[in-house]
């Protein structure tokens, strides 16, 4: 877990400059304007579900079966399962693992332990167990059930639960995932250009170094931070990406068959299982409250007090400040006069790199959401910025002007009319600009909210949210006892509801 701790937190504060390029259908010469604000994009009210409510109360002391993430172990539910076993008539079922190697085999492996379980247990009814899963766990759940319903010859045992319930868990698949080889230059860019401007700063603090050219200095730098990049960190996120997770890729075809699976259940049938989504929405800052949450284990908190995650918000907000703060002072020093021309280049170097690093902690927020696929772009309208030079009377006057376009078309148009409507220009210059709009998706943190509801046939109303709770913190928010409580009361349907 350590290793895994360190590796996420070095992805998470490290991955930011040009998270996500964008193949473009415009010409290469376009320029592309945002506009600001992003439009923020609702998960479909389609995959909304209703619940059952014709299900007989169930309790007996019947098992919950509290399964892991993706990082995780066989004590991720530790502090949460603890206290539900003594408040309510269950018997927690910890430290239960399975295979990291494909969905389907990682869910036949949970199918066997938790037969063995319940077979060893005084539970009369073993269809009244359940499983509360994780993360990843949810999606082993589900290929468990799937291959017994399916393929019931894997099973050394009968089926021992009757319900699943996911938090957080990416049904409909993890953008991140899928982005993970891109992980390699973004952190070696990232490093580098955090790293230059302190390190640019130190070259000119000393003057026999200030006599020489920074080049040397910097290609050491953007050294280290390759290696970092595309060496150090591939060799230690091998245990962090096992191959299982390209069983939920977005558009991976097992993810597609087991959805299509889910979806195919009649709830009326012998083969129908309860199932339960709930799903978190972190607030903003997601990146430095996600990576708080990484880097400090949420079971080191008494039970369903892990709701703080504000203490790298201060950091990162000071660490902006300092950059900017630098770069201004650079600009001031470039700005002096000096006769001494080295000096002047290194002034300008380091004002440049510090100008860099305040714009990674400027931007670092919507790159990483667009890293998880919650912030993407399309593009709204197009137009021409022209600069128009007139000359009349022997005086010259420039004027900058707008004009509308279709996105199809180019600016050489917009420059004939400019021509033909006035003979005394003697310049149409004429560039054509991409305007972007920018769209936000409701998410914890590393799942899309519109991923993490949509399990098919599962109850995942709004009541299911968890609000301000991000992926981590939902294995033990205060978010997480009153959706347990209310779960356990029968709130999402009489199967769940245990003395």
Known sequence: MKKIKYIAGLIFILTGLNLVGQESMLEQDVKVERIPDPVEVSPSSAMVNNVPISDTPLGNNRLIFWLHGLGGDGFSWSTVSADIQGRYDIVSVINLTYSTTQLHSAGVHLNNDIGSEAAGTNNPDPASNFIIAHSQGGLV???????????????????????????????????????????????????????????????????????????????????????IGFDLVPFMMNDFTPSITDDYKVGAPYLAALNEFDSNLDENSEDYIHKVAFYGVEESPVVWRTSYSLLNDVNSKPA??????????????????????????????????????????????????????????????????????????????????????????????????????????????????????????????????AVEQAFFKLNDGIVLVESAKDYPGADNGDDNVMFETNHLQMRNHSQTKVKLDGLLLGFNGLFFETD
């Not at 468990?144 to 049904?171: A, Q, R």
């Not at 002096?336 to 170097?349: D, F, G």
């Not at 022997?394 to 180019?410: R, W």
């Open 141 to 227: 759940s589900r290929a468990g059930y799937k291959s017994f319903i399916e393929d019931d010859s894997d099973l050394n045992n009968p089926l021992g639960y009757g319900g699943i319930v996911t938090f957080g868990t990416p049904h409909q698949g993890a953008q991140i995932i899928n982005n993970i080889p891109m992980l390699e230059s973004f952190i070696s860019s990232s490093c580098d250009v955090l790293t230059s401007g302190p390190v640019l700063e130190e070259w000119n603090g000393n003057w026999i170094l200030a006599m020489f050219s920074s080049n040397g200095m910097e290609n050491i730098v953007t050294g280290i931070c390759t290696f």
């Open 304 to 433: 369903y007090e892990a709701d703080e995650d504000t203490e790298l918000i201060g950091i990162a907000n000071e660490n902006q400040n300092s950059y900017y703060a630098k770069y201004m002072c650079w600009s001031d020093l470039y700005d002096q006069w000096t006769p001494l021309w080295w000096v002047k280049q290194n002034r300008y170097e380091t004002r440049n790199a510090y100008r860099d690093g305040y714009h990674w902690w400027l931007n670092i927020e919507e790159e990483y959401l667009t890293l998880i696929g919650a912030t993407y772009y399309e593009i709204v309208g197009c137009r021409c910025d022209c600069e128009e030079e007139t000359s009349e009377g022997g005086e010259t006057e420039v004027t900058f002007s707008q004009y509308v376009i279709d996105c199809d078309d180019n600016c050489s148009a917009i420059e004939d009319d400019l021509w033909d409507d006035a003979d005394m220009y003697t310049t149409v210059d004429c560039q054509k600009v």
